[in-house]
């Protein structure tokens, strides 16, 4: 159960992570302005967004590492959490991003980023 709760925050944790990092670069008009006090707000609105990254990826990790009673070392829990970021950056792309093509070069680059986890879970 402890395995299944902390994949879901961690899940939940990179969806506003990925948010906060990609969601200013949508097509619109505000998005093309620049200048310094573009950068300050949209840096002050992402670092919003993280603040409740951190209200999940905290609790994630607690829960999840074997030295708090959890199901998983600290490299499993860190390759769990690369590949749940690169899952929500999947889905966040192919949603706000469709101009943005998946190509077969992503797709096997992931491919070997699951190879990583195997390896990691591997007695």
Do not use: C
Not at 11 to 21: D, G, I
Not at 44 to 64: C, D, Q, R, T
Not at 100 to 117: D, G, P, Q, S
């Amino acid at each position: 159960m402890r395995a299944l709760l902390t994949i879901a925050l961690l899940l939940v944790s990179n969806s506003f992570m990925t948010y906060a990092w990609y969601g200013h670069l949508r097509d619109n008009p505000e998005a093309k302005k620049t200048g310094v006090w573009v950068f300050v707000t949209t840096i002050l609105i992402s670092w919003g967004i993280a603040f409740f990254e951190y209200i999940f990826m905290v609790p994630a990790n607690k829960l999840g590492y074997y030295g708090n009673g959890g199901p998983f070392s600290l490299i499993q829990l860190k390759i769990i959490q690369e590949v749940t970021s690169i899952l929500v950056f999947m889905v966040f792309s192919l949603i706000f991003f469709k101009d943005e093509a998946f190509k077969w070069n992503h797709a096997m680059a992931f491919l070997l980023i699951l190879i990583a986890v195997y390896l990691v879970f591997k007695k």
